[in-house]
């Protein structure tokens, strides 16, 4: 069941990763594009496009790879190039709850870089953008976006370095927020229903990483959504 989310649940969605390569019944190694290709980031800040590359499956854990690598795609020259992974056209829900379990490049006792977990619907803002977790300026914040803004906030604590658990319930009208079991923050405003798919990545941004840290392997134990 989800940890420190209460109810009666049942899983809907889940990847343990305990193979040797990824699952593509329900993952696609980059943002939009063919399932081979090198392509852009999800936001043009980033400083890493992504690349099937530097994504593995092994050790029980799903890792996302960055590396410093000039990489020019669409012509622009990015100096990093990392690992990204998306649900998109495979799995998608409205409600339930969503978690992963995750190792998070860090820096001392700060997150370095920008790795995310999030779900995003096909027509953003309008859709709706569900931020579980993004490392920003060192901390473990959450948001959700939509037309009407992108409320949210940072936890307080130490969630760099070692293994924490990254959970939200999303229902009519809220998402709640949950670090390692623990309730951090409540959005109420600007929530959307519809549906949304699963993406997990190990990104770089100059205006929103604390340190930026290369190479840096971003793990993932797993991922599982649960609905009523």
């Known amino acids: 069941m989800p940890v420190g989310i209460g109810g009666t649940w049942h899983q809907v969605f889940g990847d343990e990763f305990n193979g040797t390569g990824l699952d593509t019944s329900k993952w696609n190694a980059n943002w939009f594009g063919c399932p081979t290709c090198v392509t852009k980031p999800p936001n043009s800040a980033e400083a890493s496009a992504y690349s099937p590359s530097q994504v593995t499956v092994g050790d029980g854990s799903l890792h996302l790879n960055l590396i410093e690598k000039p990489t020019t795609v669409d012509g622009k020259t ?41 779900a995003d619907g096909q027509n953003w803002p309008t859709d709706g953008e569900l931020d579980v977790l993004e490392g920003l300026g060192g901390s473990a914040c959450y948001h959700f976006h939509s037309t009407a803004g992108g409320p949210g906030g940072c936890a307080s604590g130490n969630y760099s370095g070692g293994w924490h658990t990254f959970g939200a319930e999303w229902k009519q009208g809220s998402v709640t927020y949950f670090y390692d079991g623990k309730q951090v923050g409540q959005i109420t405003s600007g929530i959307t229903s519809a549906p949304m798919y699963l993406i997990l990545n190990n990104a770089i941004n100059p205006s929103h990483s604390g340190t930026n840290v290369a190479p840096a392997d971003m793990k993932v134990d797993y991922v599982r959504v649960w609905q009523h």
């Open 78 to 118: 990015y100096p990093y190039v990392s690992g990204i992974v998306t649900s998109n056209k495979k799995a998608q829900f409205t409600y339930g709850a969503f978690e992963a379990r995750i190792y998070t490049p860090s820096s001392g006792s700060q997150m370095a870089n920008w790795p995310s977990f999030w």
